[in-house]
T-cell receptor, first 114, second 115 residues
Framework: KAGVTQTPRYLIKTRGQQVTLSCSPISGHRSVSWYQQTPGQGLQFLFEYFSETQRNKGNFPGRFSGRQFSNSRSEMNVSTLELGDSALYLC?????????????FGQGTRLTVV | AQTVTQSQPEMSVQEAETVTLSCTYDTSENNYYLFWYKQPPSRQMILVIRQEAYKQQNATENRFSVNFQKAAKSFSLKISDSQLGDTAMYFCAFMKQDNFNKFYFGSGTKLNVKP
């Protein structure tokens, strides 16, 4: 069974640009959540999607958005990039997202904003 | 608000020995889950062990076990017979029941297993 796949693995963008990251969950998983990991702030929750609906959202500005498709694949978008958006972005999937079984994470996308 | 504290930024242990990583959390919730995740240099977070707050029995997964003290809001991880492959960052995480994979993570403990 394939794991959680995130693409691309690495990305370099310029301040002011926008970026889209992709996450393909484990087959059969309908919940996808996103996290930002930085040395200063640690791991912070961005948002969670289930059956194409956002069920939960963290405390990030509106420049961070996401969506989920009918096949459960998810994308997150960051517009008007700032230097502080440089981070490892992790995606996690699970069957339904609330059972406490935990989630399976991808290897992340390393975003560098210059 | 929920907070998770890992007070040990870095720890070292000799191969085959036992090590305990500490974690405390603060919450007013009664129903929640606790997790330990491992993040090796490959960056992928791997679930090590999980505990439901309503269960008094401590969870065990092979060489990994937890000491869950609900009243003290403490959730430590014990790794027995440490192996070189255990070298990684370890994160303690909290999730409220039915909170849709919104984990609150601690700052992590870097564990070095020495040969």
């Amino acid at each position: 069974k394939a794991g959680v796949t995130q693409t691309p693995r690495y990305l370099i963008k310029t301040r002011g640009q926008q970026v889209t990251l992709s996450c393909s969950p484990i087959s059969g998983h309908r919940s996808v959540s996103w996290y930002q990991q930085t040395p200063g702030q640690g791991l912070q929750f961005l948002f969670e999607y289930f059956s194409e609906t956002q069920r939960n959202k963290g405390n990030f500005p509106g420049r961070f958005s996401g969506r989920q498709f009918s096949n459960s694949r998810s994308e997150m978008n960051v517009s008007t990039l700032e230097l502080g958006d440089s981070a490892l972005y992790l995606c996690a999937s699970s069957l339904e997202g609330g059972s406490g079984r935990g989630a399976f994470f991808g290897q992340g996308t390393r975003l560098t904003v210059v | 608000a929920q907070t998770v504290t890992q007070s040990q930024p870095e720890m070292s242990v000799q191969e085959a020995e036992t090590v305990t990583l500490s974690c405390t959390y603060d919450t007013s919730e009664n129903n929640y889950y606790l997790f330990w995740y491992k993040q090796p240099p490959s960056r992928q977070m791997i679930l090590v062990i999980r505990q439901e707050a309503y269960k008094q029995q401590n969870a065990t997964e092979n060489r990994f076990s937890v000491n869950f003290q609900k009243a003290a809001k403490s959730f430590s991880l014990k790794i027995s017979d440490s192996q070189l492959g255990d070298t990684a960052m370890y994160f303690c995480a909290f999730m409220k029941q039915d909170n849709f994979n919104k984990f609150y993570f601690g700052s992590g403990t870097k564990l070095n297993v020495k040969p």
